[in-house]
């Protein structure tokens, strides 16, 4: 075995303790209202969704 194991097609960076996003306090207030509101978790997945990308976009990845 080598020390460059895959899990699920996935380097294993992927899983790095850098992987796990810790929402800022201006995220954590949207989380709230959203919460609140009465949003379907389908538009909550796709809203996270197109926030992650834009985040990724300006990481430049």
């Known amino acids: 075995m080598t020390n460059n194991k895959k899990s699920n ?33 389908d538009e909550f997945r796709e809203f996270l969704a197109i926030s992650q990308n834009v985040e990724s976009l300006r990481k430049g990845h």
């Not at 294993?12 to 379907?40: A, H, V």
Request: hydrophobic share 30%; glycine share 6%.
């Open 9 to 41: 097609g996935h380097p294993r960076e992927l899983f790095s303790e850098d992987f796990y996003w810790e929402p800022s306090g201006e995220w954590r207030e949207l989380l709230k209202e959203i919460m609140d509101s009465n949003i379907s978790k």
